[in-house]
């Protein structure tokens, strides 16, 4: 039973400690979108920081694979939308046309061929490129933002980097004081 609690601790000591950093990591370009008043948090960029943090050694997680998937999904949906002439068409997804089926046809079929190629797999791009194919970030200074704020957050997580568990549970300590699940129980108290 104390086995099954230490695993339980263990847990929670490392979920609260990746939610603080998803919370940073968000926060950071979140707060230079309100200053910018620019799109510097878009769907895709959740899915990225959970990835990274939750599976940092995955290779999908590599900053290279991040910017250049990301890079490549932007450009495969602004490819789409260029060629079926829906640069200036706002997004409508409650009327969906055949020029926006084949915008998100050819989007996600660049995107996945681009990143395959150059071995820059980065599965949350797969919604970057539909983002960007149905029209929410269509100009080129929102794709510059989101590239931006891809690089931005990559370089929040490298400079996060991976504690060991030692530290995460010291960190915690001095956040949450007195008898939480880090204290030992004894003699029943």
Same mark, same amino acid.
């Given at each position: 039973?104390?086995?099954? !609690? ?7 000591? &490392? @979920? ?7 919370? $940073?990591?968000?926060? /950071?370009?979140?707060?230079? #979108? ?8 878009? +769907?895709?960029? *959740?899915?990225?920081?959970?990835? /990274?943090?939750?599976? +940092? &050694? #995955?290779? @999908?997680?590599?900053? !290279?694979?991040?910017?250049?998937? =990301? @890079? ?12 079926? *002439? ?7 997804? *409650? =009327? ?6 084949? @915008? /998100?046809?050819? #989007? ?8 395959? #190629?150059?071995?820059?797999? =980065? ?16 100009? +080129? ?10 690089? $931005? ?22 956040? $949450?004081? *007195? ?11």
């Amino acid at each position: 039973m104390a086995r099954s !609690r230490g695993a339980v601790r263990a847990r929670v000591a &490392g @979920a609260l400690a990746v939610s603080w950093k998803a919370a $940073l990591c968000i926060s /950071v370009p979140a707060l230079v #979108a309100w200053l910018a008043r620019q799109p510097f948090v878009f +769907p895709s960029l *959740g899915p990225t920081i959970y990835l /990274v943090l939750t599976a +940092p &050694g #995955a290779p @999908a997680s590599a900053p !290279r694979r991040t910017v250049a998937g =990301h @890079a490549i999904s932007a450009a495969g949906g602004y490819l789409a939308l260029t060629v079926t *002439g829906l640069t200036r068409t706002a997004p409508d997804l *409650g =009327h969906i046309d055949g020029r926006r089926v084949l @915008a /998100v046809v050819i #989007a996600l079929s660049c995107t996945t061929l681009g990143m395959l #190629a150059t071995d820059s797999s =980065h599965p949350p791009g797969g919604a970057t490129t539909l983002i960007v194919a149905l029209g929410f970030l269509r100009t +080129p200074l929102n794709l510059a933002v989101l590239l931006t704020a891809v690089v $931005l957050t990559t370089f929040v997580l490298l400079a996060l980097g991976r504690p060991r568990r030692s530290s995460v549970v010291a960190s915690l300590k001095k956040l $949450l004081p *007195g008898r939480f699940i880090f204290s030992r129980r004894r003699n029943g108290k």
